[in-house]
């Protein structure tokens, strides 16, 4: 099936069966391997990506159900060599350790502060809870998202 999906601002045209997940289809069909898979059963939150500005964890969701929105991964945030606020506040703030979870949490982070759902450290950990960390890097996480949000009012 052809299918045509606008990722960070490009339209990418492709064949692909319709059982190809949007993660399968960014990742080996697009070359945009900042979007993780970690589970690959919507578990710990690797694959997360925007979708209309909304977070969806991507191996969740076929290629093709995504025609005509605007799809965000980690490689859209950055203005050329200015990062997101998300982005340098984990760096600051040192939010990450091994990063294999780190794009999928920036990309919840994003979402998070977005939605209004930053008000305090026990808001920020709740509705970031669906991003797991196996390093335990979340106070740092907490306190990233804590900073791009007072940053980004």
């Not at 898979?37 to 076929?62: F, M, N, P, Q």
């Not at 799809?71 to 939010?95: C, K, Y």
């Not at 450290?121 to 900073?147: F, H, K, T």
Request: proline letters at 3%; one cysteine or more; hydrophobic letters at 35%.
């Amino acid at each position: 099936m052809r299918t045509a999906l606008h990722v960070n601002g490009v339209v990418r045209e492709q064949e692909m069966e319709p059982r190809v997940t949007l993660l399968d289809a960014l990742r080996e069909r697009f070359g945009l391997t900042g979007t993780k898979k970690g589970c690959d059963r919507g578990e710990c939150g690797a694959c997360t990506v925007l979708v209309d500005g909304r977070r969806i964890k991507s191996c969740l969701t076929l290629a093709v159900m995504q025609q005509g929105r605007e799809i965000t991964t980690i490689e859209g945030l950055a203005r050329g060599d200015r990062l997101h606020p998300v982005q340098a506040a984990f760096i600051e703030n040192d939010g990450l350790q091994c990063g294999f979870c780190t794009p999928g949490q920036v990309m919840s982070a994003v979402a998070c502060i977005d939605e209004d759902h930053a008000g305090s450290d026990d808001e920020i950990r709740e509705w970031m809870s669906g991003n797991l960390c196996r390093c335990s890097c979340y106070p740092n996480i907490v306190a990233s998202v804590r900073q791009a949000a007072e940053e980004m009012r």
